[in-house]
């Protein structure tokens, strides 16, 4: 890296999941929804695709940042629009996080903050987990520095209620505190309904999961106008155009047809209920998950083992080779079908043990 | 802006040029192409639009990279690809302007570039162009920090040949030198051709102005595995997935259907060579011009009131409230009725004046 400057050289980026090209794979490694995004988000995309792409995009997203304030019940200068949250998260820190001051996230936590952290030179002040994985809330409070938090947390899948998220916020009013919701709509509680009464709040969201759009790239964040003005001038500073017309438009139509989301998030949910139920049945310490995966570990055989077995047979889920969770594997909610391969193939994976 | 750290409340953004939504509107304001995206593109990007979106891209873009590799006869560790060239020049940026050294560029310039400076601390070191807008090449060597500048400059539209670049590029071996090409296909003479003698210069390219996708957000960069490298890693720190599958998908085609490109690059130089005489005719002051516009400026009438009158005329170019550039007009190359639209607007308002 010969003419990189020392940050970069320093750098540990982001590995996101495999995106393997193996045939009749079941793919339950990057949490992506197993059903087809919705036809009206399809069809407004179809319709984007032509000569007008040769115009530049709404840089500021209107229509789309509309469909966000139309959702959520907020003005349209309380949402910010990227490419998908995790871009998002990315301005969010640069926007928000003070280098004198540093940033607070969990040691078992979306693997992505740390490395925000490292690029934009910000200290990073680590809360523990409990033993069982919960969050330590009360280490939450009364903070000296902005707080970024996944809720459900990732990769455990366990959701913080309301109450708990509201208490965090109104506990350090000087701060800014950051809820990461990419994985809210599968039956966790939002913040989203407190961003008008706490001005340091900011909710982030992503199309990726509930809305099966991980390919598209569209994230946003909800909260006051003055966060929402400290993210526009960075991304202004940045990128003008990250959206494109497709992905605004898409991403528009998939936001106002809310009853396709709720019957897609109630079909996971039930599956989900199922294949923990079935993963407990095989032994597996498998906390009650919020989001569209499960976090599971075997008393008898280790998550390294257990991956590569059910890679062996087809089955991809993710596992991180991390201190306290390398025992584990996250295993995304796929179909009924897929679920049903996944505890045949860990039948067979356990009976060999 | 309460919540946002000191860099933040400090920054003043880019401002891109107008993309208002007026009725029979002749926009020539930002550089986009009047022509249609190849129809290979269009086929691409419908044959993505489905059931795959649920999918995260690939991360890497490999389909894309191979395209570029291809088309520069580069291989795919040279290649690097991002949501439009704004978003490759701010990871240049990023990962080559050292803050203790600085970077270089011109004062007249494309106006992102101290943007990037400031958003990411980085000192500025201005070169100051000639009285004529020329560059003087001799102040570009021998540089003590990395060198970044577009060729053909913008907004002059006036390029250099490729071998004052190959010796800016000779000239400084121990710091980067960037060249933005994001207008280069209308006539000018590439440096990709050096990469890989030159294990210093990056050169950055977009698909929005020659390939007609302005509304796709994609551009890329070719270099040295090195400097791909440092990209690849500030990237990978910021948003693994920027460009989204029917983006990948679009592009690639885009890329390979290169005699769509000579044509409607053609097409474009054709209509500039005729708009250039018919704007000198007007008494302008116009000088021969590269990419796929016009600066202008009439020794009779200011750059504030030519702007105003063309725009009261349904007329929309572009125009920098800036210290040497405030008389002049950046006229986009749109159609032969188009530019011919102009010209009777011009006319118009030099008539009443």
């Given at each position: 890296?010969?003419?990189?400057?020392?940050?970069?050289?320093?750098?540990?980026?982001?590995?996101?999941?495999?995106?393997?090209?193996?045939?009749?794979?079941?793919?339950?490694?990057?949490?992506?929804?197993?059903?087809?995004?919705?036809?009206?988000?399809?069809?407004?995309?179809?319709?984007?695709?032509?000569?007008?792409?040769?115009?530049?995009?709404?840089?500021?997203?209107?229509?789309?940042?509309?469909?966000?304030?139309?959702?959520?019940?907020?003005?349209?200068?309380?949402?910010?629009?990227?490419?998908?949250?995790?871009?998002?998260?990315?301005?969010?820190?640069?926007?928000?996080?003070?280098?004198?001051?540093?940033?607070?996230?969990?040691?078992?936590?979306?693997?992505?903050?740390?490395?925000?952290?490292?690029?934009?030179?910000?200290?990073?002040?680590?809360?523990?987990?409990?033993?069982?994985?919960?969050?330590?809330?009360?280490?939450?409070?009364?903070?000296?520095?902005?707080?970024?938090?996944?809720?459900?947390?990732?990769?455990?899948?366990?959701?913080?209620?309301?109450?708990?998220?509201?208490?965090?916020?109104?506990?350090?009013?000087?701060?800014?505190?950051?809820?990461?919701?990419?994985?809210?709509?599968?039956?966790?509680?939002?913040?989203?309904?407190?961003?008008?009464?706490?001005?340091?709040?900011?909710?982030?969201?992503?199309?990726?999961?509930?809305?099966?759009?991980?390919?598209?790239?569209?994230?946003?964040?909800?909260?006051?106008?003055?966060?929402?003005?400290?993210?526009?001038?960075?991304?202004?500073?940045?990128?003008?155009?990250?959206?494109?017309?497709?992905?605004?438009?898409?991403?528009?139509?998939?936001?106002?047809?809310?009853?396709?989301?709720?019957?897609?998030?109630?079909?996971?949910?039930?599956?989900?209920?199922?294949a923990l139920r079935d993963l407990r049945a095989l032994g597996f310490?498998c906390?009650?998950?919020?989001?569209?995966?499960l976090?599971a570990?075997h008393?008898?055989?280790?998550?390294?083992?257990?991956?590569?077995?059910?890679?062996?047979?087809?089955?991809?889920?993710?596992?991180?080779?991390?201190?306290?969770?390398?025992?584990?594997?996250?295993i995304?909610?796929?179909?009924?079908?897929?679920?049903?391969?996944?505890i045949?193939?860990l039948?067979?994976?356990?009976?060999?043990?």
């Amino acid at each position: 890296m010969k003419f990189c400057n020392a940050r970069t050289r320093a750098l540990d980026p982001y590995t996101p999941g495999e995106q393997p090209r193996i045939e009749n794979l079941v793919k339950l490694n990057t949490n992506e929804n197993p059903y087809p995004p919705s036809p009206r988000a399809i069809e407004a995309m179809r319709a984007a695709v032509g000569e007008g792409l040769r115009l530049y995009p709404d840089p500021e997203s209107v229509e789309l940042r509309r469909a966000v304030a139309k959702r959520h019940n907020v003005s349209l200068e309380q949402v910010f629009v990227g490419n998908g949250s995790d871009e998002v998260l990315a301005f969010a820190v640069a926007a928000l996080a003070d280098p004198g001051l540093g940033m607070r996230f969990f040691d078992i936590t979306y693997s992505f903050y740390p490395v925000y952290a490292q690029l934009m030179g910000i200290p990073a002040h680590v809360i523990a987990l409990n033993d069982d994985l919960t969050v330590p809330i009360e280490k939450c409070f009364g903070n000296d520095s902005m707080l970024l938090f996944p809720n459900p947390n990732a990769p455990t899948s366990l959701a913080l209620p309301l109450e708990a998220v509201r208490l965090m916020v109104e506990s350090n009013p000087d701060h800014a505190v950051v809820v990461d919701e990419a994985y809210v709509e599968f039956g966790a509680q939002s913040a989203v309904e407190l961003v008008n009464g706490y001005e340091n709040l900011l909710v982030i969201r992503t199309l990726s999961k509930s809305h099966a759009l991980a390919g598209l790239r569209v994230g946003y964040a909800v909260g006051s106008a003055g966060i929402i003005e400290g993210l526009n001038r960075v991304k202004n500073s940045f990128n003008s155009y990250p959206l494109d017309r497709i992905a605004q438009a898409g991403a528009t139509a998939a936001l106002l047809d809310e009853d396709y989301l709720l019957e897609c998030s109630g079909r996971i949910q039930k599956t989900r209920a199922k294949a923990l139920r079935d993963l407990r049945a095989l032994g597996f310490d498998c906390p009650e998950a919020l989001g569209n995966f499960l976090f599971a570990r075997h008393p008898q055989k280790g998550g390294r083992e257990l991956f590569a077995a059910l890679r062996a047979q087809g089955v991809l889920v993710r596992r991180f080779d991390k201190p306290r969770i390398g025992e584990y594997l996250r295993i995304s909610i796929g179909t009924d079908e897929q679920m049903q391969r996944l505890i045949e193939a860990l039948q067979r994976a356990l009976g060999e043990g």
